[in-house]
T-cell receptor, first 113, second 111 residues
Framework: NAGVTQTPKFRILKIGQSMTLQCTQD?????MYWYRQDPGMGLKLIYY???????DKGEVPNGYNVSRSTTEDFPLRLELAAPSQTSVYFC????????????FGEGSRLTVL | DAKTTQPPSMDCAEGRAANLPCNHS???????VYWYRQIHSQGPQYIIH???NNETNEMASLIITEDRKSSTLILPHATLRDTAVYYC????????????FGKGTTLSVSS
């Protein structure tokens, strides 16, 4: 049982490039989330999903896109990378009806130069 | 969801109890109190949650005041590995709601 797995762990992008952060969970959780964390700050919710085919915006969705075609996967796409998107990105999931107990991945550290 | 207020930082000696306060004076009757912690560079880790009653698990105890306007997370015997940022979050346990993290309390445990 791997839990929540994020790839890549580290990535450097040039301004204007695009990329996808991958997130997969093997706990059959319905709910999945993407957060970003800037240095010295708390986590900000980007997008979340309450099940396959259903996504919704969080606090800071601009510049990102998500999809949820399967229960296991919740990729986060950056279309035109900007320096302001330099951050650590965390994916999380929770089980069944929402309980508030989230399981987090180890994070993906992204630098945009 | 109700807003929470936590001190930005606290210190604790190793082996002593760490008592982390959280104020949530606008909490409503169907909102839960959740605690998470984040050890440097890692993803946040769930600690404990409660509604009205005090709760205890292998990691910590949660004391909620009778009026539910504040709570305290207690780490009974803090170790150096408990040095982390601790987040108090109030949330309605209903479908489609996502956790919003504030800045939390940075707990520093020293020997």
């Amino acid at each position: 049982n791997a839990g929540v797995t994020q790839t890549p762990k580290f990535r450097i992008l040039k301004i204007g490039q695009s990329m996808t952060l991958q997130c997969t969970q093997d706990m059959n959780h319905n709910y999945m989330y993407w957060y970003r964390q800037d240095p010295g700050m708390g986590l900000k919710l980007i997008y979340y999903s309450v099940g396959a085919g259903i996504t919704d915006k969080g606090e800071v969705p601009n510049g990102y896109n998500v999809s949820r075609s399967t229960t296991e996967d919740f990729p986060l796409r950056l279309e035109l990378a900007a320096p302001s998107q330099t951050s650590v990105y965390f994916c999380a999931s929770s089980y069944g009806l929402y309980t508030g107990e989230l399981f987090f991945g180890e994070g993906s550290r992204l630098t945009v130069l | 969801d109700a807003k929470t207020t936590q001190p930005p930082s606290m210190d604790c000696a190793e082996g002593r109890a760490a008592n982390l306060p959280c104020n949530h004076s606008t909490i409503s009757g169907n909102e839960y109190v959740y605690w998470y912690r984040q050890i440097h560079s890692q993803g946040p880790q769930y600690i404990i949650h409660g509604l009205k009653n005090n709760e205890t698990n292998e990691m910590a105890s949660l004391i909620i005041t009778e009026d539910r306007k504040s709570s305290t997370l207690i780490l009974p015997h803090a170790t150096l590995r408990d040095t982390a940022v601790y987040y108090c979050i109030v949330i309605q346990s209903q479908a489609g709601t996502a956790l919003i993290f504030g800045k939390g309390t940075t707990l520093s445990v020293s020997s």
